[in-house]
């Protein structure tokens, strides 16, 4: 007989609820059905994305899915689309606890919808620095913001019955040979920075699951892989914080048996395949693993089991159309940092509004979500075009793009210029090619993505074939994206070809996602028929599959960068309301790589700055997820920074400048005036393949305090739509725990609002300990109308006053007195108060 979980635990299992003898023992009853290998079996994916059945104890498969930005799904439903969430550095920009708890119920919520258990986020790696490629996947450069928010995100997914996925543990803080380099971390950083938000959220908020992630660690202790690091993973999270979930690890970042068994790795992502499976059987019966290390393993995972309902017969719901996005529109809006309001024009009165122009690239094209991995199928966006002729029916909406600021060019229009070389029929062909050149099969289709997948055993290669109708004279760009081992021909003439052969490496690194190209220029001067042929190597990715791939792309002849700046300076003297958005796009930030400098892309500051001159009332819009330098920052009246916003980026946009939301962002980041400045300029590892932390507990605004250099923006600032003073901060509680501020504040604006109180903390006078020069203790949000007075709360933890002592290895608190520094942001202090400690 099967043994089976109580029947009190059949239809819910509160998370309170499972350390009770009752689902242990449970456990331990199932555990003892399995035989050696039908233990190691589970503890390899059965495929990217789905765990393995059991039957014999009841156990469902459990999927995991990419979630940092919405649930993206398992892949097993075609043409399936999620809910696009703004971007994780917009949710943190609203300093929003509530606001955070809303949205990790949403995620929980999809998943269900999309049958997932699991979903891979938060990401609580810090902003190191600005260049880094998912900066916009984390949340702030402070441990303690992204420790709150992050947080509340997790227990309110997890309350959903969805368990949160903790990445990447540790040190996993920036792109550049990220499953190869070696971070080396202090001991006291260490902890005092980088596994702050990892302790806060299995200390305090009990995360189920968390990732070890790609690169190498020295902590002073051990120098290894993040999947092998017993120090960290065993003695570390699972002895002193007490973590009794799922180590699971990064894609493919598990590269030895035993070592990774023994150093505290639960489950090998993703599968089949790998270097456990058959092979830590075999390590198990050689004494290299013993057997209650994998018993351990197996009971973490039949506790997430529990806890997701896999063995208790939970299903998850039938996948249903999303059509809830208020949510979403409401927290683009929010998130909204309002970096300059000169004039205090917020909000725009739209009655008098009967010419918009939207200018910029962003405008024409809005960048919602970065690339990569966190990448989410939307069934719509609504671009600021729509957005504002929603809001503004009686308006007249213009857009135009001032200049295109992408390397690429667009994909080819497959269906409308291309035809099969052989019958004539629209689209293209494809065949697939074994290593003597024989076809193994072959199709025309149109509606091609670039992708071919799920290629057989024999196929050495994917050719591609099209004949193609170029109408237009002048000059067309003809490309092809691809990586690994390919040629590429125009009209019978070799224009590129590589040759070294991809693998997964192009995956991990995400080069197979936006792949470079070196277009070739056909010039027409009377409509012809072009011929098409490029060759693409079969990847063989491990347990990603085996695919080919290529992107066709086509530039049209047209007007000239300066030809489309002119028509825009033009536009922007017509218009009521002009609104130029720039930022960046997935060519810039982007799973994979690293930025190679702070710049808007393209001739962005020469638009800005040409519409600034003839229109100087003009609400410029920063679309960027990360930094970038903004030279026309004071010339500027109005300057907004909207995040990757998600779906609902247009009507977000329309809402804040219209007065329907307040954007009552801060910033959860420094925002540079200059490259010099920046504390942490770059993220390379040196020739060593060392990637050495030595700004130490400096971390962001830190290390800017540390400077006295001037940023553009501080660290924490935004401005709202109304005006706050501050008049008065006192310490109101004083416990072994943690210690109460209350801050009064007044609203002498014009209009209801929103306020981030912030509390800084600075150490004793003369204390020895190379401490900041200030950092984060607390922060509420406050809400009121024109006239109101509020009291804030603040309550710091005891562990705000604390450092990490490296020769006792030990949490101490250096006696003295302790300044509270309370204001608007890390440069904007208003009132200051004292505790002793």
Known sequence: MTPRLSSSLETSVPPEALTRPDVESAIEELLGVLDLEGKVRLLTGQTSWRLYTDDRIGLRSMAVSDGPAGVRGTAEVPGETSLLFPSPSALSATWDTALASRLGSLFAAEARRHGVDVVLAPQVNLQRTPVGGRHYECYSEDPLLTSVISGHVIAAMQAGGVGACLKHFVANDSETQRTEYLAHVDERTLREVYLAPFEHAVREVGVWTVMAAYNQIDDGVLAAPATEHTHLLRDVLKDEWGFDGVVISDWLATRRT?????????????????????????????????????????????RLAVRV????????????????????????????????????????????????????????????????????????????????????????????????????????????????PRTGEPGLRISTLDAAGVVLASRVTTDWDGWERELPDAAACVLVEATVHLAEPGEHRIGLGTVGVWTFEVDGLVIGHGEHPAGAEVVLDSSVNSPDDDPAVVLIDAPRDIELRATLQNIRAQAYGSFARGVLRHALPGPSIDDEIAAAVEAATQADLVVVVVGTNDEVESEGWDRTSLALPGRQDDLVARVLAVAPDAVVVVNAGAPVLLPWLETARTVLWTWFPGEECGNALADVLLGATEPAGRLPWTLPAAEADVPVPHARPGADGVLAYREGVHVGYRGWELSGAQPAAAFGHGLGWTTWQYDDARVVEVSAEHVVLAADLTNVGPRRGTEVVQVYLEAPEGAALDRPVRWLAGFATVHGDAGDRVTATVRVAHRAFETWDVSTHRWVTPPGTYLFRVGRSVRDLRLATATDR
Request: aromatic letters at 2%; glycine letters at 10%; hydrophobic letters at 45%.
């Open 258 to 302: 035993a070592e990774s068994a023994n150093g505290g790795l639960d489950l090998v992502m993703p599968g089949p395949g790998g270097p456990w499976e058959h092979r830590l059987v075999d390590a198990v019966r050689a004494g290299q693993v013993d057997e209650s290390v994998v018993d351990d393993k197996v009971r973490r995972l039949l």
């Open 309 to 420: 309902g896999a063995l208790t017969e939970i299903a998850p719901e039938p996948a249903t159309p999303a059509t809830d996005h208020t949510l979403l529109r409401e927290l683009a809006a929010r998130a909204t940092v309002v970096v300059r309001d000169e004039d205090h024009r917020l909000p725009l009165d739209g009655a008098a509004v009967r010419r918009v122009a939207l200018i910029g690239p962003n405008a024409f094209e809005a960048f919602v979500q970065g690339g990569g991995s966190a990448h989410v199928n939307s069934a719509h966006v609504v671009s600021p075009a729509e957005g504002f002729r929603a809001a503004l029916p009686l308006a007249e909406v213009t857009v135009l793009r001032g200049g295109d600021a992408r390397r690429h060019a667009p994909d080819l229009d497959v269906a409308r210029r291309g035809r099969d």
